[in-house]
């Protein structure tokens, strides 16, 4: 079984839907760094599950709205 959700990978928090969608920046063993909309969180993998595809779409138009006004990785 490969690693779940590394870098890169769109995700969501199992238990609450208040964090929003977000995207895995970061793998430190069973530990994942995740980009939501508003903020960057440490969450256990186990804690997070993939992103529906409307979360996915969603999280990618923050993404590159967020590119256009700023530049630089997001």
């Known amino acids: 079984m ?7 990978s769109f995700v969501a928090h199992t238990g609450t839907d208040v964090y929003g969608p977000g995207k ?3 793998v430190d063993g069973r ?9 960057v969180a440490t969450i256990r993998a186990d804690d ?3 992103a529906s595809p409307a979360e996915t779409r969603e999280m990618q138009a923050w993404l590159r709205a ?9």
Do not use: D, M, N, S
């Open 48 to 50: 997070l599950r993939a």
């Open 24 to 26: 895995v920046i970061g």
């Open 66 to 74: 967020k590119k256009e006004r700023y530049g630089g990785e997001w």
């Open 31 to 39: 530990q994942r760094r995740v980009r939501f909309t508003r903020f």
């Open 2 to 8: 490969g690693t779940p959700h590394g870098t890169g």
